[in-house]
């Protein structure tokens, strides 16, 4: 249990942290792009779901050290190889929960930490996209409160 709590709250947090980065670094770098309007907005929902894809490999990856350990698995469906946990992982990180493959034993809780965090991360960049696209449409915003004319 304590080992599988360590790989759940690390997983966490290095998504976190990539997640973080990932915006941060848009930021960076859309603001200072000549483009605007459309370029923009779609650059940093592409940039935005590719940190997701990267953060659900994390999880799956985590998922596959808990089986190497013996502290967990799945049943249902196909589960033979790294891409059906990726794909396991995408589903539970989105919070879809199609429910074709679930986990057993201690890869429970790191699901439950997955979906969490994943919709913790996803909201994250639902409000990053949200004032891209407010920026590029009503100008540059300043301390949250659009500049009065």
Known sequence: MIIATLIGLLTFVLASTVHYLALAHLHRRLNHEA???????????????????????????????????DLGGFKGGQADGFM??????????????????YPTGHSRFLAGLESLNGFLLISCSASFIFLLMRNQMDGPITGGIQKSD
Request: hydrophobic share 55%.
């Open 35 to 69: 483009r605007s309007g459309l370029p923009i907005v779609v650059s940093g929902i592409v940039g935005a779901g590719l940190a997701h894809l990267a953060e659900a490999a994390l999880y799956a990856t985590s998922f596959t050290l808990l089986d190497a350990f």
């Open 84 to 101: 059906d946990i990726f794909y396991f992982s995408l589903v539970n990180y989105t919070s879809l929960g199609l429910g074709d493959i």
